[in-house]
């Protein structure tokens, strides 16, 4: 059965330090990777989505980048994080290939705080 | 006009009553519609799928579309207290596989 890590799940973190959040996938191949925040109140934001190993496309401009360096590996950073940056931070995947047929399946989250 | 509209609530119920949390939409091209419960401090989980219109059901839940009136909703029987969680609804289509979400209903069940 699939099932996706997300790590770690709660993080304090200093402005202007740097992030490194980590998701990875067991049980499945070609995944369709993504990144979101929630911030209270606001709902889920897309943020970063991948089809593939080295290809990112990135929904909204800012600080973060995310990186994709094996095929059930998603990698969001940030060189200098901003107290905007606080959320809670999902990573998700789903069936890749044209497999639409599944929703996604969320990880458990990072709780990210910015001081 | 956001694409998907959802109430915030909090919606607040008695233990056992029928619990019906609604989505509208804008964009007639959706076609897959999910509903996903999150508990708080943890990752939403998917609990009904459904392709086009119609009703779906899974136990305690009832998943209702009618695209003709861009419309969703959840019907949750005999609610208990462990259903309170915060209910977000999602759809996407017109060849796009990133779904919409709404910004979720916080359901709170008192036993």
């Known amino acids: 059965s699939q099932t996706i890590h997300q790590w770690p799940a709660t993080l304090v973190q200093p402005v202007g330090s740097p992030l490194s959040l980590e998701c990875t996938v067991e049980?499945?191949?070609?995944?369709?990777l993504y990144w979101y925040r929630q911030a209270a109140g606001r709902g889920l934001q897309l943020l970063f989505y991948s089809v593939g190993i080295g290809q990112i496309s990135s929904e909204v401009p800012q600080n973060l980048s995310a990186s994709r360096p094996q095929d059930r590996q998603f990698i969001l950073s940030s060189k200098k994080l901003l107290l905007s940056d606080s959320g809670f931070y999902l990573c998700a995947w789903s069936a890749g290939g044209g497999g639409q047929a599944q929703g996604y399946t969320f990880g458990s989250g990072t709780r990210l705080t910015v001081v | 006009q956001k694409e998907v509209e959802q109430d915030p609530g909090p919606l607040s119920v008695p233990e056992g009553a029928i619990v019906s949390l609604n989505c509208t939409y804008s964009n007639s091209a959706f076609q897959y519609f999910m509903w996903y419960r999150q508990y708080s401090r943890k990752g939403p989980e998917l609990l009904m799928y459904t392709y086009s219109s119609g009703n779906k059901e899974d136990g305690r839940f009832t998943a209702q579309v009618d695209k003709s009136s861009k419309y969703i909703s959840l019907f949750i029987r005999d609610s208990q207290p462990s259903d309170s969680a915060t209910y977000l609804c999602a759809m996407r289509g017109g060849g796009s596989y990133i779904p919409t979400f709404g910004r979720g209903t916080s359901l709170i069940v008192h036993p």
């Open positions: 049980g499945t191949s070609n995944p369709n």
